[in-house]
């Protein structure tokens, strides 16, 4: 019989949880922020292998790895890169800097939909 | 590499999941699969190496002396020690991770056995051709209440669920799993505490020769194994009440050329299928702090009738709490009781071994208990032991005796 791991995986333990931090939303964030740290290791440790992988069949070296210095052009592509990323993990509170920033486009919705069942 | 000692740094690793033996009937894990409990396992080290000391800390730094100062008084017990600890921010963030981590390596471990369970069955199946007669199931067992009460140390489903007959997966997940949370300090089969009391028997009682020994809640025979092996004359009865523990146990056995032991499922509350005094040997391993509160009694008098005259019984705990013992001690000892569901540790181990063992005839005279540290193959000589943590170091209490003859 095939079982779904995907559902059945994450399947609770009898008795309830307990939490220790005093408002459980922060834990469970916390929570999803380790599962997510766990994650950057893994793939961490998946690069490690690839690297000592093309090391031992002569491909490149660690050193040069560790060695390689961008040329301009490159060093452009990444920087980007690390921007674009910082920016998507920091979407939240950049948003909530535009909130403050733009209080006229911060009405709450139902004031907005009775405005514009007005116009 | 990693491997137990402290490096150049002063740091000790924990071995890398590879190290583990990779029997016939070993869940295969893929590559990310590895790498994450490897994480886990160092995440794990870390708690219990930087961050858990500081509980110490912040509890003689400022719990205690806030109760103090309020009550005039320090703590009477280690219940209103917790009401007080658990309102501290360090507190807080220690326990909240180690809970975390226990459930990440329920739900990885979990989830890497579900996908091939069928696959498991069918390997633990074809390694038991031709060996049958070492495993015996009952027909509508009736799993004890208390077991399935509670999923023990936060495994869903416990030692006794099955997913469809003949499914072995939460033993699976127990077998290659337990690494994580122990970091690695009991070995390449997880045997530690089976090797350190079979070292130990030998070493002290040379003369002792077994004809049968029991395991009582053997589980998947981490610890049993090694005793069947240290006395490979002895006919070795492995009971449980968990079937998939025992069949993947009975599977694994073989897979380990290890015959002499026969996994059978049996409530330890009644065995009556074995005569009086049918034992030289009845041995417990972390076993008696997952029982219940009325079970345990109905144990210890059925150890008595079926261990033989002259006959010896030991069991692996950790340490009971005794009056020596401070409550900020018991209170951390005591934090998986309540944490991680593992809800009869505390009151057991409130209970005085000496009573337990006259329970099963042992008068106070033959009374013995010694402490015994794991025999790890991953440690290295001159090894550095990693600092005690709170019932997870690989060193434990023992307690027995010789059954008047
Ligand atoms: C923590 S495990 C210990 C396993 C094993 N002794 C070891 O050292 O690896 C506890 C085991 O006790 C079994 N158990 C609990 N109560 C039992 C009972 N009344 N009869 C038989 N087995 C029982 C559970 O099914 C479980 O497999």
Redesign the pocket.
Same mark, same amino acid.
Do not use: K, R, V
């Given at each position: 019989m095939k079982l779904n791991d995907i559902v059945m995986g994450s399947d609770k333990a009898k008795g309830a949880r307990p939490y220790f931090f005093d408002d459980p939303m922060a834990e469970r964030v916390m929570n999803i922020a380790m599962a997510i740290a766990t994650e950057v290791a893994v793939i961490r440790e998946r690069i490690d292998t690839i690297e000592r992988l093309l090391e031992a069949k002569g491909i490149l070296a660690q050193a040069e790895i560790e060695g390689f210095v961008p040329t301009d052009e490159q060093a452009e592509e990444r920087q980007l890169w690390h921007a674009r990323y910082a920016a998507r993990i920091l979407r939240i509170v950049k948003q909530e800097l535009d909130a403050v920033a733009n209080p006229e486009d911060n009405k709450p919705m139902h004031q907005i939909a009775d405005e514009i069942n007005e116009m | 590499m990693g491997d137990n000692r402290q490096n150049s740094i002063g740091y000790s690793l924990p071995p890398v999941w590879t190290k583990l033996k990779q029997h016939a009937v070993f869940p295969h894990f893929t590559h990310d699969e590895r790498a994450r409990y490897n994480f886990l396992a160092n995440l794990n080290r870390y708690l219990s190496t930087v961050i858990a000391p500081g509980v110490q800390v912040a509890y003689e730094r400022r719990v205690e002396p806030a109760f103090k100062a309020e009550h005039g008084r320090t703590f009477q017990n280690r219940h209103e020690l917790r009401e007080a600890i658990s309102r501290d921010a360090y507190y807080q963030m220690w326990a909240a991770l180690r809970r975390c981590t226990m459930e990440m390596r329920q739900q990885n471990g979990r989830a890497v056995v579900l996908r091939q369970a069928e696959e498991l069955a069918q390997r633990v199946q074809d390694t038991l051709k031709g060996h049958e007669d070492i495993l015996r199931l009952r027909p509508g067992f009736e799993v004890?209440r208390y077991?399935r009460h509670v999923d023990n140390h936060l495994m869903p489903g416990s030692?006794?669920t099955q997913y469809f007959e003949g499914d072995v997966a939460n033993a699976a997940n127990y077998d290659s799993g337990l690494f994580v949370t122990s970091g690695g300090m009991l070995g390449s089969l997880t045997d530690g505490?089976g090797r350190a009391i079979a070292k130990w028997v030998r070493e002290n009682y040379p003369d002792f020769k077994p004809k049968r020994i029991l395991d009582? &809640?053997?589980?998947l025979g981490?610890?049993t194994l090694p005793i069947a092996e240290a006395f490979p004359d002895a006919e070795v009865w492995a009971?449980?009440? &968990?079937a998939p523990?025992l069949r993947y146990g009975a599977a694994r056995a073989i897979a380990l050329g290890i015959t002499n032991v026969r996994f059978v499922q049996?409530?330890?509350?009644d065995m009556s299928e074995f005569p009086d005094g049918y034992f030289d040997w009845v041995q417990t391993?972390?076993?008696l702090h997952?029982?219940g509160g009325k079970?345990i009694h109905k144990i210890f008098k059925e150890i008595g009738r079926v261990l033989a005259p002259g006959g010896l019984t030991l069991h692996i705990e950790q340490p009971q709490y005794t009056p020596e013992m401070s409550y900020f001690e018991q209170f951390m000892r005591d934090w998986d009781a309540y944490y991680n569901a593992e809800p009869y540790w505390g009151h057991m181990h409130d209970l005085q071994p000496e009573d337990l063992m006259e329970e099963a005839g042992i008068p106070r005279a033959n009374f013995m208990q010694v402490g015994v540290r794991a025999v790890n193959d991953l440690d290295q000589p001159n090894g550095t032991q990693v600092r005690e943590d709170y019932g997870r170091s690989p060193i434990w209490n023992v307690f027995g005796g010789w059954k008047p003859k």
């Open positions: - | 004890p077991l030692y006794h505490g009582i &809640g053997c589980g981490h610890n009971i449980d009440a &968990g523990m049996m409530d330890a509350e391993t972390m076993f997952e029982t079970a």
